[in-house]
């Protein structure tokens, strides 16, 4: 199996090395995962990013998570501002756009990004901010999940005032799981960074 999450992570990290170190092994390696990825398992109809291929059926299993979309943004923004080509920073925007469509809906007369695995969703929001830099369209998606947090640090806390995985407050999830409890605090901290430098 190659997953979209992994290969991303890839992409995005190497090309950070790059961007630190100048040095041309990882730039290449960078550009080559993530062109694998664009190509092999973005969805061309809304480009965003199937969670994985089987390598020895080349069965692609659909499912679609808002980190993959994250971390194919940011690696594309490290890409465009290392070469220049705008077709990266073009793709970044356009799995945004898609994204925010995508992974948002009404609950209770409030948009809110997805009920489920908080800590995809600050992957999301971190993308969001990196890219922002370049399309002032994220500031909108930016603002939403600041009223999610917002909504969730009010709203969606059990009898311990352990936060909810869903920040609606409408289900408990996997609220047990360290990952959901640092999620909205690691939200809370890109936005904080964000602020600041608007």
């Known amino acids: 199996m190659k997953a979209a999450n992994t290969s991303a992570y890839a992409a995005y990290v190497t090309s950070k090395m790059?961007?630190?170190?100048n040095e041309s092994q990882y730039r290449t390696f960078a550009e080559r995962v993530y062109e694998w990825n664009y190509n092999a398992l973005r969805d061309p109809s809304d480009n965003l990013y199937w969670n994985d291929i089987n390598i020895a059926t080349e069965q692609i299993n659909t499912?679609?998570?808002?980190?993959?979309?994250?971390l194919?943004?940011?690696?594309?923004v490290n890409l465009y501002e290392i070469s220049d080509d705008q077709e990266y920073?073009?793709?970044?925007?356009?799995?945004?756009?898609?994204?925010y469509s995508k992974f948002t809906s009404i609950?209770?007369?409030?948009?809110?990004y997805q009920t489920h695995d908080s800590w995809f969703n600050v992957e999301l929001l971190s993308a969001f901010v990196q890219l922002s830099a370049y399309d002032s369209k994220t500031d909108e998606y930016i603002d939403v999940f600041i009223k999610n947090m917002d909504y969730a640090w009010d709203n969606a806390r059990n009898?311990?005032?352990?936060f909810f995985?869903?920040?609606s407050g409408n289900s408990e999830g996997r609220y047990y799981w360290l990952l959901h409890q640092a999620a909205l605090i690691e939200a809370y901290g890109v936005?904080?960074?964000y602020e600041n430098e608007s």
């Open 89 to 99: 920073l073009n793709q970044a925007i356009a799995t945004a756009r898609s994204a």
């Open 159 to 162: 009898a311990e005032e352990q």
């Open 72 to 76: 194919m943004i940011m690696a594309g």
């Open 63 to 70: 499912t679609k998570w808002t980190y993959n979309a994250a």
């Open 18 to 21: 790059y961007q630190l170190t």
């Open 107 to 112: 609950v209770n007369g409030q948009i809110f």
């Open 165 to 167: 995985e869903d920040w």
């Open 191 to 193: 936005v904080a960074l």
